[in-house]
Structure formats: C-alpha cells, structure tokens
C-alpha cells in the first residue's frame, strides 16, 4: 500500500514545491495551506475553493493527519484538562490545557515515551516509543482548540519526551506555528523545556528564535543531579550553564531554571545557597515546583515551609524566583502519569 506524505508537517515553500509537481498553480499551496492551519480542516473535501480534480490528485498522495480523542478529564480544583490523543500507530499521547487570566496554556508532548530517564518523571517508565511528527504536535493545539472552542495563546513544550531530542521535528513545527500565514502564534509564546541537551542548546541559540529556553535543573551539584537525571552523567552543570550564556548571548531571551523540589533530595538551604552561587550573572528566573508525586517512584514532595525557606534563600541574592502553582493535581497532573494508565488499562 502506497505510503501517504504527511501534508500538515509541509511549510508554505514546500508545499508549493509539493503542488507544482501536481501540475497545479503554486498559489493553490497558499489556499490548502490556510485550510490546514487557519481553518483547521480534517478531509481535503472541506477544502471548497479548491476544485474537485485536485482535492483527489491531494488524497493520491497525501494525508491530514489528525489526533484521534480518547479521553479528557477535568479538575473539579482548577478546570485543568488533560487530554489523551491517540496517534498513527495507534499509541496513546497526553496534553494538558491550563486556563490563566493571561490566556489558554496548552502543554504539549513531542514524543511518545521518554528515553531520558528522568526519576521523578512518569513519562519515562515505559522507554521511548517514537518520536512526534510536526503535524502531531500541531495537532494537539488544534484538536484542543476545537474541543473549547477557543484559540490557545501560549505553548509549553514540557509534556512527555524531551524536545531537543526530537530537533529536526520540533523546530520544524515551531517554524509552522508561528508562520503568520498560519496559526501565527508569537515566539515569545512558546516556552521549550529540556533536560540539558548541550550541544542541542548551542544548535538551537543559533536559529535565533524569540522562544523561552526553560532547563530542567533539579540540582546544584553534579552528584546529586546524577542521582535525579541519568542526562547528568554526560553533561555537567557547568556544561550546561555556559550553554545557557551561550543562548541568552545569541536571542537576548532570559533562561529559565526549572528545579522540582524533593524532600531530602535537593532543598535544603545549603542546595538554595549553592544553587545561588552555580547561576549568578546568567540573566535568569528560577521556577521552583513542588515534585508532583507519582506511585512508581519513592520522591516525596518538599513541605511548603521548605519550598518558602528555598525561595527567600534564593531571593537574598537578588534572583528572580516563583512557585509553580499545581494543577491538574486530581487528574493526574503530572507528566506521562495518565498516559501510563491508560496503556495499562486501568
């Protein structure tokens, strides 16, 4: 059976490449384009300025790939959703949608699985499956937009797998994301969360994007950070870090420093102080999260007089710091945790 080329994950060049070997006017690339990404369609005979003969010649040789919805929950505590999504394939991907006076947040997944290793993550459990395709982490934003029936505003790409191990993918569709001829959503929107993929890092500074840069953290020292993260063992936190000078140097784009807090693990005013002194002179903010429990690990979540003390610790030294405020908590807030039950079937 003919295998269909993924027309969702095509920019506007190279759709117009793709409809002049169709023998088609390139203009129509600008119409099937607006159809794809700004109305969203699922069929190309939804595509009604476009004649018949060409939505066939399109269904020969191409697909729309979509999400297929099998499941939302809501929280009865914020009205968080999350949203499992069934891909090619037939494996399951989690998203979460987070409604803030700013605007709807959509954390989406761009893998399925995870190879990190990460121990407080559940995304991980179960190993890497396969990487997204630019069309299925569009997919995620369109398929939660017409779900509410409302635009999203801002994207974290911090659910399940680790961006930078998905480059070519990822970058491809922060390209389609915020094409303006499409859903034009602004860069400084887009907020990309990674473990420390160095030489990712420094690939990434040179695009040049407005995008947030978020770094998973989680440590102050090497040691303990390789107890949390098996990425540690191959980059150092120095190595990181000057990655992270190197970024802000290239795109001005302040860093953000992710640092889940574990009791007995990484929150003691000692970590606060060391941690302080590791990234003093980055331009930088510091987003403590309480770690969100999960039952196939044994990490306890830090008390909140731990969490504050480890906050003014860090704004003593005139660091900007937050608390990430929980979500979706009653749902299985965390990364991977409902994606893992349902492949278990429970």
């Known amino acids: 059976m003919k295998e269909l080329k993924d027309i969702k994950s095509y920019n506007l060049k190279e759709l117009k490449e793709e409809i002049q070997q169709l023998g088609e006017k390139p203009f129509r690339a600008g119409q099937i384009y607006k159809w794809l990404h700004v109305d969203k369609v699922e069929t190309f005979d939804e595509m009604t300025n476009i004649s018949k003969d060409l939505r066939q010649k399109l269904s020969d040789e191409f697909e729309i790939r979509t999400l297929e919805p099998v499941k939302v929950l809501i929280s009865k505590i914020d009205g968080t959703r999350k949203y499992l999504f069934r891909i090619k394939g ?86 389609l994301i915020t094409d303006e001829n499409g859903a034009n959503i602004s860069q400084r929107n887009i907020t990309l969360s990674t473990c420390g993929l160095v030489p990712k890092i420094n690939e990434l500074a040179m695009k040049h994007l407005q995008i947030t840069l978020a770094i998973s953290l989680h440590a102050s020292d090497d040691e303990t950070r390789r107890k949390l993260m098996p990425i540690a063992n191959k980059y150092t936190i120095d190595e990181v870090l000057e990655a992270c000078r190197n970024y802000f140097k290239e795109t001005g784009r302040r860093i953000t420093f992710e640092y889940s807090l574990v009791a007995g693990e990484n929150d003691t005013i000692v970590e606060a102080d060391r941690l302080a002194a590791r990234i003093k002179g980055i331009n930088c903010h510091v987003n403590l999260i309480p770690v969100n429990p999960i039952k196939e690990r044994n990490f306890v979540q830090s008390g909140k007089r731990a969490v504050l003390d480890f906050k003014r610790r860090l704004e003593k030294y005139k660091i900007n710091v937050t608390i990430r405020r929980e979500m979706g908590r009653d749902i299985n807030g965390a990364c991977g945790q409902l994606r893992n039950e349902a492949m278990k079937g429970e």
């Not at 605007?103 to 993550?121: A, E, K, L």
């Not at 509410?148 to 797998?161: A, F, H, T």
């Open 90 to 175: 037939g494996t399951i991907i989690e998203s979460v949608l987070m409604r803030y006076h700013h605007g709807n947040s959509v954390c989406i997944s761009t893998q399925s699985g995870c190879r990190m290793g990460c121990r407080f993550c559940a995304s991980t459990l179960n190993g890497l499956d396969r990487n997204l395709e630019p069309s299925e982490l569009l997919e995620q934003i369109y398929q939660i937009e017409k779900n509410i029936g409302e635009k999203v505003s801002n994207i974290v790409l911090m659910g399940s797998g680790e961006p930078l191990d998905n480059y070519d993918n990822v970058t491809k569709f922060l390209e």
